[in-house]
């Protein structure tokens, strides 16, 4: 059965700050892997999405890694902001791709003025 | 991408009373999916909502307690049924648009039961 840990479990930071998040996985047959952020109140957003074969992936100030092999992925803020307080999630996605997702233990991120 | 609307966004129930939850997308998708989050807990799939047929439940979760309908491509409902307190959590709907292999979220059901 596929567990997924995401390292810390809540993180507080300086604005600016650059950090970094972890999500491991236990099953490195994945299909893909996606991280998300949850807002209060306002569910989930897409944010990323790493296909088993890909490296990483960047969108913005944000770049996601995959180690499939090692079974780790990060997820990299550049320049954290207050707006990116947020609880952070990755999920993955069995072989054979689509749909069920087993959601990691979530990383809830304070950024500071 | 795919917009979801999910009502009600927060409830209070009774204890032995029952709950059903609507999630409408603003398209047609391929499969919608139903999770709970629980307290301090991350996300965990209840069942896939299958259009026109039975759902199909993950371990630990029954018809009976979570019924599901899913009349078209576009819609589905959760009830949660004869609840309890240890029912009380966070319930999510999402939409897979199989040809982006991307799932979009609802906003969630926050549900407290007494």
């Known amino acids: 059965k596929q567990e997924v840990t995401q390292i810390p479990a809540a993180l507080s930071v300086p604005e600016g700050e650059n950090l970094v998040l972890n999500c491991s996985f236990t099953?490195?047959?994945?299909?893909?892997l996606q991280w998300f952020r949850q807002d209060p109140g306002k569910g989930l957003t897409s944010l990323l999405l790493?296909?088993?074969?890909?490296r990483e992936q960047t969108s913005g100030r944000l770049n996601a890694s995959l180690d499939k092999s090692s079974g780790r992925s990060t997820l990299y803020i550049a320049a954290s902001q207050p707006g990116d307080s947020a609880t952070y999630l990755c999920a993955v996605t069995p072989p054979g791709g689509g749909n069920k997702l087993t959601f990691g233990t979530g990383t809830q991120l304070k950024v500071e003025l | 991408s795919a917009v979801i609307s999910q009502k009600p966004s927060r409830d209070i129930c009774q204890r032995g009373t029952s709950l059903t939850i609507q999630c409408q997308v603003d398209?047609?998708?391929?499969?919608m999916f139903w999770y709970r989050q629980q307290p301090g807990q991350s996300l965990t799939l209840i069942a896939t909502a299958n259009q026109g047929s039975e759902a199909t439940y993950e371990s630990g979760f029954v018809i009976d307690k979570f019924p599901i309908s899913r009349p078209n491509l576009t819609f589905s409902t959760l009830t949660v049924s004869n609840m309890s307190p240890e029912d009380s959590s966070i319930y999510l709907c999402s939409a897979w648009e199989g040809a982006k292999n991307i799932q979009y979220f609802g906003a969630g059901t926050r549900l407290s039961v007494l």
């Open positions: 099953d490195s047959a994945i299909y893909n």
């Open positions: 790493i296909q088993s074969s890909q």
């Open positions: 398209s047609q998708v391929t499969m």
